[in-house]
C-alpha cells in the first residue's frame, strides 16, 4: 500500500512539474522573449533555444530552394535585400513573439507576430517594400495594419514595388518572374471554387488564388457566381508570383490587386 502511495506521489509530482514547464514555455514565448540567434531569409529567424519562427502575414522572395538532399543557396530577386534588412531589424536582439490562431506550421516552425522593442517587425517588413503581405486564415489579426503597410510601400514604390507598372508581363512571362512582384493583365478562361479559395485560370497554366476570407463582405457576390463575374473578362492583378506545382500563380491577399478592366487590351 505505502508503495502504491508513492508512486502516486511521484506521478503527481511529475506531472505538476510537467504542467509548469509548458506554463512557463507558453509564457516566455508570449511575454518574457527570446534573443535571435539566427536570420535564415526575409521572413524566418532561429531563436536562441534552436526554435523556428515563421512571420505570420508576410512572404519574402526565397534565398534557399528545397532539393531531395536538403536545402540549396539560390537566392531569388531580392530575396537578400530582404533578408539583410530583417537581419539589421533582429539579429542579436531580444523578440517578443504573439500567436495567433495556428501555432506552428507544417515544418514545425513557430507562427508569430515579432517584436523587437517597440517595433513590430511583420509590419515594418511590408511597410519598406521588403515583404508582400501573405494572410492566410484563419491567422488574420492584423489584417487592416498589413494592408495599410503595403498600400504605402506600394504608392512611395518601395523594394519590390519599384517599377511595377513598367514591368507589366504577359502569363506566357510569368514562369519566369517567380518571385517578383509583377502586374499581368490577361483573360479568366475559367473558375473554380473550392470550400476556402476561388481559383481563376488563365492560358499558359497561370493561376490567380483568392481566399474567400480575403474577399469582403460587399464582394460576396463574388462566391456566388464567380463565372459571370470574371469567366471571359481581361482583368488585371498584381502581386507576388510564386511556383505551385510547377506552375506560376498569383496568391491575392485584398481584393484591390484584381480589376476588371473596362477597356480590354
Known amino acids: 500500500m505505502k508503495r502504491k502511495i508513492s508512486y502516486l506521489a511521484s506521478l503527481l509530482a511529475l506531472l505538476a512539474t510537467t504542467l509548469i514547464i509548458n506554463f512557463s514555455r507558453h509564457d516566455d514565448l508570449s511575454s518574457n522573449g527570446y534573443t535571435v540567434r539566427h536570420v535564415i531569409d526575409g521572413d524566418t529567424i532561429e531563436l536562441s533555444d534552436g526554435e523556428k519562427v515563421r512571420y505570420i502575414g508576410i512572404d519574402t522572395p ?12 539560390k537566392p531569388r530577386p531580392f530575396g537578400e535585400e530582404a533578408k539583410e534588412f530583417n537581419r539589421k531589424l533582429v539579429e542579436g536582439k531580444r523578440v517578443r513573439l504573439e500567436l495567433d490562431v495556428q501555432k506552428k506550421d507544417k515544418y514545425k516552425r513557430i507562427l508569430a507576430y515579432v517584436y523587437t522593442g517597440e517595433m513590430f517587425v511583420n509590419i515594418e517588413m511590408v511597410r519598406q517594400g521588403f515583404a508582400m503581405i501573405y494572410t492566410y486564415p484563419p491567422n488574420l489579426k492584423y489584417l487592416e495594419l498589413f494592408l495599410e503597410a503595403q498600400k504605402e510601400a506600394r504608392d512611395n514604390k518601395r523594394g519590390l514595388w519599384a517599377g511595377l507598372e513598367e514591368n507589366k508581363i504577359s502569363t506566357s512571362d510569368a514562369k519566369n ?4 512582384v509583377r502586374m499581368i493583365e490577361a483573360i479568366v478562361t475559367d473558375t473554380y471554387l473550392t470550400e476556402k479559395m476561388l481559383i481563376l485560370k488563365f492560358k499558359n497554366n497561370f493561376t490567380v488564388v483568392i481566399y474567400k476570407n480575403n474577399i469582403p463582405l460587399r464582394s460576396k457576390d463574388i462566391i456566388r457566381s464567380p463565372n459571370k463575374h470574371f469567366k471571359g473578362k481581361m482583368v488585371r492583378v498584381y502581386g507576388l508570383i510564386k511556383e505551385y506545382k510547377g506552375h506560376p500563380e498569383i496568391v491575392i491577399h485584398d481584393i484591390s490587386q484584381i480589376e476588371i478592366l473596362q477597356n480590354p487590351i
Not at 62 to 73: F, M, N, Q
Not at 177 to 180: E, K, L, M, V
Open 62 to 73: 526565397e534565398v534557399r530552394e528545397r532539393t531531395d538532399s536538403g536545402w540549396v543557396y
Open 177 to 180: 518572374n517567380i518571385d517578383r
